[in-house]
């Protein structure tokens, strides 16, 4: 719960429920952030971003990681690091979020076609469908080098996929002599939800980014995992991208506040979440797929019956400051974190019934 001080300096209740990136810095991590060992992370090594670097890559069991900037700068220098040669071509899901929402970025700056497989409602790619897309070595194609996949999948509502799943996708992958990245945004999420640890749901994966500043609720930044080879090789990119910062540990210290004190309270938000799906069932005019929330997500399928479109749904509940997001004329989507209560849940669910 949080205020908000209005023109007519009213303080009102908002519950910001759009995105998991919304939240605002613990007084535990702004203290960390002051406290903070640093050096010329480009000149040197700054020893809390080594930490860092070093914490993540032991948890998702690979050699070394770097820090980035951003999601989308973890998940581009993934791809051209794996897809340095032109030509490349990397298959990646229909609703992925490097499709859709990271601007084309390895085709406008990596030159990598993307081959497109629809993504199944949980998020998977058909390994038959991935296996067709694979290019036979013709001179007519473009070489097929890497496959990318999402967990959780945003876009599908936070659906986890399991390791089950992934090793026999990875197992496709080496079979064609091809790599797999894993764009692991909201990893943390699947592994809580799944009880199983990162390290087991990356196992067969080459690389892997991971966002802080979604459900680990940090200010900023990435880090990507892989081998010694690979980071070497994505840290010269990161350079070249323009991610070489130099007093890097004021934002790595609160990134393992995170991981140390909040990562360990994901299931709350995945609670809060069914809590949310769960009270909006009974409301007229919208449908929520109660098997669909998996995690921190939670998406409301406007319904025909619904006097009011999404985008009119999303501006009804910000005059009782319920702030969602509208993602067509007919969804809506909350996603909850570590600064939602339950208390906040049940207002949300009040405000929706209005």
Same mark, same amino acid.
Do not use: W
């Given at each position: 719960?949080?205020?908000?001080?209005? =023109? +007519?300096?009213? *303080?009102?209740?908002? #519950?910001?429920?759009?995105?998991? !990136? @919304?939240?605002?810095?613990?007084? %535990? &991590?702004?203290?960390?952030? =002051? +406290?903070?060992? *640093?050096?010329?992370? #480009?000149?040197?090594?700054?020893? !809390? @971003?080594?930490?860092?670097?070093? %914490? &993540?890559?032991?948890?998702?069991?690979?050699?070394?990681?770097?820090?980035?900037?951003?999601?989308?700068?973890?998940?581009?220098?993934?791809?051209?690091?794996?897809?340095?040669?032109?030509?490349?071509?990397?298959?990646?899901?229909?609703?992925?979020?490097?499709?859709?929402?990271?601007?084309?970025?390895?085709?406008?700056?990596?030159?990598?076609?993307?081959?497109?497989?629809?993504?199944?409602?949980?998020?998977?790619?058909?390994?038959?469908?991935?296996?067709?897309?694979?290019?036979?070595?013709?001179?007519?194609?473009?070489?097929?080098?890497?496959?990318?996949?999402?967990?959780?999948?945003?876009?599908?509502?936070?659906?986890?996929?399991?390791?089950?799943?992934?090793?026999?996708?990875?197992?496709?992958?080496?079979?064609?002599?091809?790599?797999?990245?894993?764009?692991?945004?909201?990893?943390?999420?699947?592994?809580?939800?799944?009880?199983?640890?990162?390290?087991?749901?990356?196992?067969?994966?080459?690389?892997?980014?991971?966002?802080?500043?979604?459900?680990?609720?940090?200010?900023?930044?990435?880090?990507?995992?892989?081998?010694?080879?690979?980071?070497?090789?994505?840290?010269?990119?990161?350079?070249?991208?323009?991610?070489?910062?130099?007093?890097?540990?004021?934002?790595?210290?609160?990134?393992?506040?995170?991981?140390?004190?909040?990562?360990?309270?994901?299931?709350?938000?995945?609670?809060?979440?069914?809590?949310?799906?769960?009270?909006?069932?009974?409301?007229?005019?919208?449908?929520?797929?109660?098997?669909?929330?998996?995690?921190?997500?939670?998406?409301?399928?406007?319904?025909?019956?619904?006097?009011?479109?999404?985008?009119?749904?999303?501006?009804?509940?910000?005059?009782?400051?319920?702030?969602?997001?509208?993602?067509?004329?007919?969804?809506?989507?909350?996603?909850?974190?570590?600064?939602?209560?339950?208390?906040?849940?049940?207002?949300?669910?009040?405000?929706?019934?209005?």
């Amino acid at each position: 719960m949080a205020g908000h001080e209005t =023109a +007519n300096g009213y *303080v009102k209740r908002i #519950v910001d429920l759009r995105s998991d !990136t @919304v939240t605002k810095p613990t007084p %535990e &991590m702004r203290q960390a952030m =002051a +406290n903070a060992l *640093v050096d010329d992370d #480009v000149l040197g090594v700054d020893p !809390t @971003v080594d930490q860092l670097q070093k %914490e &993540m890559a032991q948890i998702c069991g690979k050699d070394a990681g770097l820090f980035v900037a951003s999601g989308t700068m973890g998940n581009l220098i993934s791809v051209l690091v794996h897809c340095e040669v032109r030509g490349s071509e990397v298959i990646i899901g229909s609703e992925s979020h490097i499709h859709h929402y990271e601007q084309g970025g390895i085709s406008t700056l990596g030159h990598v076609y993307s081959n497109i497989v629809p993504n199944e409602s949980d998020g998977t790619l058909d390994l038959r469908k991935v296996e067709d897309a694979i290019r036979p070595d013709d001179v007519h194609y473009p070489t097929t080098r890497l496959i990318c996949i999402e967990n959780t999948h945003g876009s599908l509502g936070g659906r986890c996929i399991g390791s089950e799943y992934t090793d026999k996708l990875g197992g496709l992958a080496r079979r064609y002599g091809l790599k797999l990245h894993i764009d692991g945004a909201r990893i943390f999420n699947a592994a809580t939800a799944l009880n199983v640890p990162i390290q087991r749901l990356v196992e067969a994966a080459d690389s892997v980014s991971v966002c802080l500043s979604k459900g680990l609720g940090a200010p900023v930044g990435s880090v990507i995992v892989g081998s010694f080879e690979f980071i070497a090789k994505a840290r010269r990119l990161r350079k070249a991208l323009g991610g070489g910062m130099r007093q890097l540990g004021v934002l790595a210290a609160p990134a393992l506040v995170s991981i140390h004190d909040i990562a360990g309270k994901l299931h709350i938000d995945h609670q809060n979440a069914h809590r949310l799906a769960e009270g909006l069932t009974r409301i007229k005019g919208i449908h929520v797929d109660l098997a669909s929330v998996e995690t921190n997500m939670v998406f409301v399928e406007v319904t025909e019956d619904s006097p009011l479109s999404a985008n009119e749904i999303c501006k009804s509940l910000k005059n009782y400051g319920i702030l969602t997001m509208a993602l067509t004329k007919n969804k809506v989507r909350a996603v909850f974190h570590h600064q939602i209560s339950e208390d906040d849940v049940q207002h949300a669910i009040r405000c929706f019934q209005v």
